[in-house]
């Protein structure tokens, strides 16, 4: 009879143990995303080497430019972020090197529409049509993922 007690009263007691850590973890994972908030959508500005700029906003997937062949190279690249939604980052536009990171991949076309497999990144230089992609990190707490399309042609 009292074996019986004492394994009830350690059965009972292993497991208020283990209701408290889970409350405790559940608690704990709540707060953190309190702190940090919810995902925010990102608005990109895009640049080219010549100075010109694209503004993706949150309607905005994809924008296009056209240039004239003159054979120098013209590269692209996210400058800088917004997060309009953001309660402090709202009206400041961090760069790529604010610890915000962004990936960029480009599809190149010649005149003849065949698709050159062997380059992730390019500078537009050849005559034909570019297609940049540029994506935040999703992995980052505060960036909900977004990849937007530069489509450039050189003629």
Known sequence: MQKKKTLRR???LFTA??????MALMTSCGKEEEENGPPYDVVFKVKSSLGDEWIFDLDT??????????????????HSCNMP??????????SGGSGIKFYSTCLYYDTEGIQDKN????????????????????SAWMLK???VFLRVTIK
């Open 17 to 22: 143990v283990l209701l408290l850590l889970s």
């Open 145 to 147: 993922f977004r990849a």
């Open 119 to 138: 380059t992730r990144y390019r500078s537009a230089v050849e005559k034909g049509t570019y297609s940049y992609c540029f994506e935040t990190d999703g």
């Open 85 to 94: 939604y953001h309660p402090q980052f709202y009206d400041n536009w961090p």
């Open 10 to 12: 350690v059965i009972l």
């Open 61 to 78: 997937e994809e924008l296009s430019c056209e240039y004239e062949y003159t054979g120098q190279k013209i590269d692209f690249y996210v």
